[in-house]
């Protein structure tokens, strides 16, 4: 990743930031600072005094609007008083197992708030590159071993997977139907969806999650409870796609035509492994604790199976992972480790891990 061009695209630039406050919007907030950015953010206000937006006080990164993507009229009027030159859409309801809890809330957040941001673009008299964010799941998921690429077939078996698909099939009809490439000197909007998962990093406190579910145990000694242990997923660290988004919002705002559709963000082919291992990783670069694997009945549906063809993004785009999985693995843990061990300033460590992704050299302290 070249900070140069990044910092040229984005320094001294409005970017309209929505689910700021999330984890990946904290990281988001983060690395749009330090490009040198403008940031308005957009998104519900912190669930706890211990996620990253605190952490690294996200208020004094941007100007934090809070509020519910689901607000048509407020989406609209904070888009349209900041005029943005580029549009990252992070906000979402973005847990599986809460969507079965609360399927038509997660519909209406993944699904119309994309098409209320959308709504808001239409209004924007003013040239604007808009990265709107999924997920690999918005994939009719078969459990095979073929990686999935952008042209395959939408689905989704859970109401959150499937809420994904309709935000992407709402993104496809406002390209063709109010952003269509052919009609750029008209509209002036570049428009693309990128589709990432099973992405770790520091500061993801979130239910059901395995990272964090490793984390907690960790902290109070108890052993990880492993749902899955089976389950492959493609892991990347969340600074991968984040600056795979950043790259594609670059290169559309230089060639509009040529970069909007779907991406697809990922770890290389073949490297993909079962949560076990990630779990038995997680444990060695904690330096404790252990694991166990209980048998649980009627547990709401989850992939057993899930990979990405990343082909498109590493020919067309010039986007290349930097960590492999076990990489990513070690960053993670290592910066729960440091926040639990209160050994430096948490923002500081964090920052410090964007800038080595940035940097053209990898961290000495990383496996090769």
């Known amino acids: 990743m070249k900070r140069e061009f990044l910092q040229q695209t984005y320094q001294n630039k409005k970017v309209f930031l929505t689910g700021h406050t999330g984890f990946k919007g904290s990281w988001m907030l983060q690395m749009l600072h330090s490009l040198g950015a403008e940031v308005m953010g957009y998104a519900l206000a912190p669930e706890t005094e211990e996620d990253l937006y605190h952490l690294i006080d996200g208020d004094s990164l941007c100007e934090s609007i809070i509020d519910d993507i689901r607000n048509k009229e407020a989406v609209e009027e904070a888009v349209l008083r900041f005029q943005p030159d580029f549009i990252f859409h992070l906000a979402a309801q973005p847990l599986v197992r809460l969507s079965y809890e609360l399927p038509s809330e997660t519909f209406a957040v993944n699904a119309v708030g994309t098409a209320h941001v959308l709504d808001a673009v239409r209004r924007l008299e003013k040239p604007c590159s808009v990265v709107l964010i999924t997920t690999d799941k918005v994939y009719e998921n078969k459990e095979w071993v073929y990686p999935y690429r952008e042209t395959d077939q939408l689905g989704g078996?859970?109401?959150?997977?499937?809420?994904?698909?309709?935000?992407?099939?709402?993104?496809?009809?406002?390209?063709?139907?109010?952003?269509?490439?052919?009609?750029?000197?008209?509209?002036?909007?570049?428009?693309?969806?990128?589709?990432?998962?099973?992405?770790?990093?520091?500061?993801?406190?979130?239910?059901?999650?395995?990272?964090?579910?490793?984390?907690?145990a960790l902290r109070v000694g108890e052993p990880v409870t492993v749902r899955n242990p089976n389950a492959v997923r493609p892991w990347q660290h969340v600074l991968e796609p984040l600056g795979g988004y950043l790259l594609l919002g670059a290169k559309m705002a230089q060639d509009p035509k040529a970069f909007g559709g779907a991406w697809n963000f990922g770890p290389q082919a073949?490297?993909?492994?079962?949560?076990?291992?990630?779990?038995?990783?997680?444990?060695?670069?904690?330096?404790?604790?252990?694991?166990?694997k209980p048998e649980l009945k009627n547990q709401p549906h989850e992939a057993g199976l899930l990979k990405l063809d990343i082909s498109k993004a590493l020919v067309e785009l010039g986007w290349t992972p930097k960590y492999n999985s076990a990489q990513a693995i070690e960053r993670t843990i290592g910066w729960y480790k440091t926040y639990h061990e209160g050994i430096s300033n948490i923002r500081e460590f964090t920052m410090g891990q964007i800038a080595e992704y940035l940097g053209e050299e990898q961290p000495a302290y990383l496996p090769s």
């Not at 052919?182 to 990128?194: C, F, G, P, V, Y």
């Not at 079962?274 to 670069?285: F, G, I, N, S, W």
């Open 157 to 216: 078996y859970d109401p959150y997977s499937a809420s994904k698909a309709c935000a992407e099939l709402v993104i496809s009809s406002y390209t063709r139907s109010f952003f269509h490439p052919e009609a750029l000197d008209q509209h002036q909007k570049a428009i693309a969806s990128t589709r990432a998962g099973n992405v770790i990093g520091g500061g993801d406190w979130a239910k059901d999650r395995i990272i964090p579910d490793i984390v907690r």
């Open 270 to 292: 073949g490297d993909n492994s079962p949560v076990e291992d990630l779990v038995q990783k997680a444990l060695q670069v904690w330096g404790s604790g252990s694991y166990d």
